[in-house]
């Protein structure tokens, strides 16, 4: 027979808990040994923990996550990615590992079955236990239960002592408990904090980035440890019209010196866009765009300079993306973060590539509108409509693993709410982590290089001459946690970019 009991929140209690864990509580389910027991009732919301060393990693982790969507759970978050130490048997690869949220219908021991198949399917024997494997698919949670027989145990027995298991799935919180569901997860550890309490004594944040755990970022088959510096990205603008520098580089020869130029100048990334953004830009076609990046794109590729060195795409639109992915780039750049395309998002999915989501609002015809220009405070509101944005695409398969959140400096902002997004990014990434952690450490990105509001401080007209309120600008970024900086003047910036390096590995050390 089947044994339920209402578990109440712990004595003391975690932030929310008494909140949000009313009736019908947390329920114990212990299951005969035929294991014929099931939970029938609504969706469950579950974690699933996910971790591989054998192979090509990270295509084992796009392949479990499509084979769990095939067999009826759909992933509704993703934490960050980590590579780890081997734990217990140490004589081994290194790890990836990940988790994430999902919704299902299956019970509980139809999915740890779908679980194995998965894993079975990707070549997982039994093997070491501890030892390497292709795939590894672990149940940490199912809906508000707390499940026991002798092959099933959730929680997850062994969640509570692995840093490489709980790191992720903080990433699926938020600092804000939210709902019964999650509730109840945190009373189910061993913590009177909660998960969160958990984590800590654990060593929190405090572990990431040291040699047994670092939080990365997937490029093709390389692992971008994102954290370790800023990363300049040099802009070459292939249109007649951009704000700065149009009609500079629309000849392949021009483009080719001019990115020979940044590269040697210290650039770690070249964005390279064929559609200007700049307010009142007229839309050009998907074919037009092509026509003007392929070539170029085609020989940049081909410069010998260029090893080690990533290439963005700069364009809101999906086909324009696939095409320039096939030719070779690394990452796409979406001013609209989705919004001017309805197929970027499965597009991005399918390609596998970072994706830059940018905050705006409308598009570069409406941006400045007084309408868009509206806020009560920017810093809350551009948090809340970009994680709005990254929750529909990680919906749509795009692992948060995979973005870089900008806040769109410059797009349906002016002068004064400019300002605040350079001071606020602590802000913005705090707001955000009330909903999404993950979300929350994603690299940010800023591009504030010789926009308008630059002249208007310093009654500098011509774009050309702004370079240097650019650089006070990336620096403030810096130094409130901006990771990757978009430039026009690389060779200047790159010596801000050094110093301000330099002075966050003196904090960091105090």
Known sequence: MNLFKKLLPTKHGIIGAQKYC?????VFLHSVPDHSVEVHSREQEVVIALGSNVGDRLNNFNEALLLMRKSGIHITRHGCLYETAPAYVTDQPRFLNSAVRAVTKLGPYELLGSLKTIERNMGRTSGIRYGPRPIDLDILFYGKYRIGSDILTVPHERIWERPFVMAPLMDLLGSVIDSDTVACWH?????????FGLWEKLGGESLIGKEG???VLPIRNHLWEWSEKTSVMGILNLTPDSFSDGGKFVSVENAVSHVRSMISEGADIIDIGAQSTRPMASRISVEEELDRLIPVLEAVLGMPDMEGKLISVDTFYSDVAAEAVKKGAHLVNDVSAGQLDPNMYKMVASLSVPYIMMH????????QSSENLQYGDVCSQVASELFSRVKDAESTGVPAWRIILDPG???????EQNLDILTGLPVIRSKIAKQSLAASHA???IGPSRKRFLGEICNRPAAVERDAATIASVSAGILGGAN???????????????????????????
């Open 484 to 510: 990757i900086v978009r430039v026009h003047n690389v060779k200047d910036n790159v010596d801000a970019v050094k110093v301000c390096d330099a002075m966050l590995k003196v904090r960091t050390q105090l």
């Open 360 to 367: 705006m609002r409308r598009d570069p015809t409406t941006m």
């Open 443 to 445: 690299p940010v990105l």
């Open 409 to 415: 400096i410059g797009f349906s902002k002016n002068t």
């Open 213 to 215: 755990m670092k939080r």
């Open 22 to 26: 009313r009736a019908p509580f947390c």
């Open 187 to 195: 009373s189910f550890s061993t913590n009177s904090d909660g998960l």
